[in-house]
Every structure is written in structure tokens, then in C-alpha cells.
């Protein structure tokens, strides 16, 4: 075998066919990176009848006195069975680390930790992860502490996945979710809700979304040129900006026709009717008129502002044989509309269409039951079906230990 520095196309289209492959090995992440001071190493290794058995994407950064940190996020991409070709590759990216001086080598492999259900109760069908975690103790790296790790909301190590690969059909694909969350895609979807890409020209009212929701939830977004750069560096064909919207004068076309059907309704029973079966129809659709009727004004009301309610955003990603669902919005005040539902109805069909194997809902957390808004959004994800993955979690090499040492030092002594 042979390891050596790989150009991007050969990479790239090593890396695209990979089984799950996760977006962050992707050529296009690495030129995402680079806005940000990465430069992307491509890697890999090689048999000795010339075919690729695996690759890697390394995010390599200089940082103090000609020293470098290495990243490889959700890689290496490589058959981790085949105990062999793993372990001389993992030796050699912590060689290829070393002669770049690097003072830190982080990967976190896209490797479970168990197998999981939709509850994230642990299956007992005899998987066991001992052999990758000593694949990589093995090579010389640091198994860092997944308590720790779990504590830093940049580093993901729990996902939540649903798998297409019985799904074949928008019924199949609606059957498949909790009652709940088919009762709330089928309110937005009759509300009118509709879902669309948009391009360069909305992206600042996209963008104003999601830090609304950020600061509502307490955490941290990306910036607009984040977001503007990984549009125009993937494309609209490898990620959508979706949003979910209301045109309110079909809104209340529709509530009007609503109204009207209901008072239809409450006229052809007679409220005095000797047959309770009757009153009991007049009743209901008269309550029917008149919620339709309120709905009504409270349209016109938003109307004179508005033409147009932009109920939630998000981004995906479409990389390999899965789609990510990377980030979202919402504004909270139109919550009855089911918007954040609409977008993932429409995204997954969208997945399922492209033949796509995998839906990715991104991060989840661990602990699933202390923070009531991280147990919120882990609801939300498991309503639509699916299963919860925990990953082995981060090595990490120090292959220059003294001088980590010190540049540790000089940044607590900086506060």
C-alpha cells in the first residue's frame, strides 16, 4: 500500500461515492474552509494495483511559530473492517500531520458508538465498537474524554438519521411518521404553506431569520458570509436554502371558501330539529363558520402589511447518498402554521425523488431529557422517524506536545 497527496478531482470522486459519506469530507466544504484560513489536504491510500481503498480530506491552519492545527472531519473515508488498510492509513496521516508540524491532529470518525432506535435506546444485536476505537489507539492517537466533548456545542457527536431505503412513495413516507407530527405537515400543507429554493438576491431576509432564532434559543449562528459562501460554493443543485411561506391573499381565499362551505353546512341542519344528530351538525358547523370567520379577519388584519408571511427557513445539504438538514428558523409567532413542518415534507420528498439513501437531521445532544429546548428539537426530529446514532467520538495526536504546551500556556495567560 501506498499513501500519497491525491488531486481534487480523484478525490472527489472517490469521496462522493463513499456510502455516507458526510458533506464535511466534501471538496466543496474544504474550498468553504478556506474562506475561513484552512487550506485542504487531500489524501489517501492506495493499493498496489493502483485502486483508491481510502481518502481523507485534512483542514490544515497555521497557528503559532510555523505550527499547525489538522483537522478531518468525519473522515477518514476508508472500509474500518478492513484492519489492514486502516491502520497504515491512520498511521500515516499522523506522519503526514507531523511533517506538516502539527501541534494538534483532531478526527472524529463517522463511526457508531452503538446502535441506536428512535428512543435512543441502545439495540443488543451484538455490535461492538472495540475494534475502531483500537484502530486508532493503536496508530498512536488520544481517545479524548466524550463527556467533555458532549459539554462543547461545536463538537457533534450524537446525529439523528432516518433511512429512505423502504420508502418509495409520499404515502409510504407520511405513514412513516407519528401521528402528531402527520397531523401537523397535513396543516401547514392545507393552510397553504408553500415551500421554495431561493437564490443570492433573499438571502439577507433568510439570514435575519436565523439569528432571530439563534438569539431566541441562546446559541450562536454562523455569519452571512458564511452562508453566502457555501451557496455559491455548492450550488443549488448540492444545497438548498428553503423557506416556507404564506401568500395571504390565497390564505384567505381559502378560509373564505372554508367559511362559506361551513355556514353551508349549518344551513341544511335546523338547530331545533327534533334529532339530535341534526342540532348536533348545525352546532359544529356554525362553530366552524365562525373560527373561519375570525381566521379571516385576523388575515386581513395582516394583510395590510403583508403579502407575503415568511413563516421558516433552513438549509440542505446534498452530498454522496444523503441529504443533511444543516440549520433552521422560525419565526414563532405564526407557530400554528406548522411551517418547520412543511420544510422537512418537502425536503424529504425532494430526497426520496433524487433517490437519495439517507436523511441526516444533523446534531442532536445526549442527554435527552435535562434542557427543554435541546429535548424539544430531539422531539421534533424523532416524530418524523428514524434513529438516533452515537459516534466513538475524537482522537486526537499531539505530535509536538511541547510546543502545545506552550501555546496553551500563552492563551490562558492572554484570558
Not at 252 to 275: F, K, Y
Not at 281 to 298: F, G, N
Not at 301 to 323: C, P, Q, T, W
Request: net charge negative; hydrophobic share 35%; aromatic share 12%.
Amino acid at each position: 500500500m501506498k499513501f500519497e497527496l491525491l488531486d481534487e478531482g480523484e478525490y472527489e470522486a472517490f469521496a462522493r461515492e463513499w456510502p455516507n459519506a458526510s458533506f464535511l469530507q466534501s471538496a466543496s466544504m474544504a474550498h468553504r474552509r478556506e474562506q475561513d484560513g484552512w487550506t485542504p489536504h487531500f489524501v489517501g491510500v492506495r493499493a498496489e494495483d493502483g485502486a483508491l481503498k481510502g481518502v481523507a480530506h485534512l483542514s490544515v491552519r497555521s497557528v503559532f511559530l510555523g505550527y499547525t492545527d489538522i483537522e478531518c472531519q468525519q473522515g477518514p473515508l476508508v472500509d474500518f473492517d478492513d484492519t489492514e488498510t486502516t491502520a497504515f492509513f491512520l498511521r500515516e496521516i499522523r506522519e503526514y500531520a507531523r511533517g506538516l508540524k502539527a501541534m494538534t491532529l483532531l478526527i472524529n470518525p463517522n463511526v457508531a458508538a452503538n446502535h441506536r432506535d428512535g428512543d435512543a435506546t441502545i439495540q443488543t444485536d451484538g455490535y461492538d465498537p472495540g475494534k475502531y476505537l483500537l484502530a486508532f489507539t493503536d496508530a498512536g492517537y488520544t481517545h479524548l474524554d466524550n463527556v467533555e466533548i458532549d459539554k462543547d456545542p461545536w463538537l457533534m457527536r450524537w446525529y439523528f438519521y432516518k433511512d429512505f431505503s423502504d420508502i418509495h412513495s409520499e404515502d409510504e413516507l407520511m405513514d412513516s411518521f407519528a401521528q402528531q407530527t402527520r397531523w401537523s405537515v397535513r396543516k401547514a400543507l392545507k393552510s397553504g404553506v408553500r415551500v421554495r429554493q431561493i437564490g443570492e438576491s433573499e438571502l439577507e431576509a433568510f439570514y435575519g431569520m436565523l439569528v432571530a432564532t439563534s438569539e431566541r434559543r441562546s446559541f450562536s449562528t454562523r455569519s452571512l458570509e458564511y452562508f453566502r459562501s457555501l451557496m455559491k460554493i455548492y450550488g443549488p443543485e448540492d444545497v438548498q436554502y428553503l423557506v416556507a411561506e404564506l401568500p395571504l391573499d390565497e390564505y384567505m381565499t381559502n378560509l373564505a371558501a372554508q367559511r362559506d362551505e361551513a355556514e353551508a353546512e349549518a344551513q341544511q341542519n335546523d338547530p331545533e330539529s327534533a334529532e339530535k344528530k341534526e342540532r348536533t351538525a348545525h352546532r359544529v358547523a356554525t362553530e366552524a363558520a365562525q373560527h373561519y370567520s375570525k381566521k379571516l379577519t385576523e388575515a386581513e388584519e395582516l394583510a395590510k402589511e403583508h403579502s407575503v408571511l415568511l413563516l421558516a427557513v433552513g438549509v440542505f445539504i446534498i452530498y454522496s447518498d444523503s441529504m443533511t438538514y444543516f440549520v433552521s428558523g422560525a419565526d414563532t409567532t405564526y407557530r400554528a402554521f406548522c411551517a418547520p413542518y412543511a420544510l422537512q415534507w418537502h425536503a424529504m420528498n425532494y430526497a426520496r425523488e433524487r433517490g437519495l439513501r439517507l436523511y441526516n437531521f444533523y446534531g442532536t445532544r445526549g442527554d435527552f431529557s435535562r434542557h427543554p429546548e435541546q429535548q424539544g428539537v430531539y422531539e421534533f426530529k424523532k416524530g418524523f422517524g428514524g434513529y438516533v446514532e452515537e459516534q466513538i467520538g475524537y482522537f486526537e495526536v499531539a505530535p509536538h506536545p511541547v510546543i502545545d504546551t506552550v501555546r496553551n500556556l500563552i492563551q490562558k495567560l492572554r484570558g
